[in-house]
């Protein structure tokens, strides 16, 4: 199973981005589709996520600016970014949760300017 991000680049604050993760499977199979982050020194941290019921969970840092969705039909997971900071600055992954397998992108890198 292949994940490849697009959608990334550079933005002025307060900006929108979004980012799609496309399939090389059904994601219908995946459990749990997620987007997380990981910033120059840091750690890499959960964005978003969302279940194959459609539940989602969002880290409190971008509750309220960011939205997550699956499209089953096209075997793609969104990341609708909105109010971009520039602590939003990361190279962003996509995630795939099938029941013990793990699959994951090669990232997009995001760069918010202020």
């Known amino acids: 199973v292949q994940l490849v991000e697009s959608g990334g680049g550079l933005v002025q604050a307060g900006g929108s981005l979004r980012l799609s993760c496309a399939v090389s499977?059904?994601?219908?199979?995946?459990?749990?589709m997620g987007w997380y982050r990981q910033a120059p020194g840091k750690q890499l941290e959960m964005v978003a996520r969302?279940?194959?019921?459609?539940?989602?969970n969002y880290a409190d840092s971008v509750k309220g600016r960011f939205t997550i969705s699956r499209d089953n039909a096209k075997n793609t997971v969104y990341l609708q970014m909105t109010s971009l900071k520039s602590e939003d600055t990361a190279v962003y992954y996509c995630?795939?949760?099938?029941?013990?397998?793990?699959?994951w992108g090669q990232g997009t890198q995001v760069t918010v300017s202020s």
């Open positions: 995630n795939g949760l099938e029941f013990t397998m793990n699959y």
């Open positions: 499977a059904s994601i219908f199979s995946m459990n749990v």
């Open positions: 969302i279940t194959k019921a459609g539940n989602t």
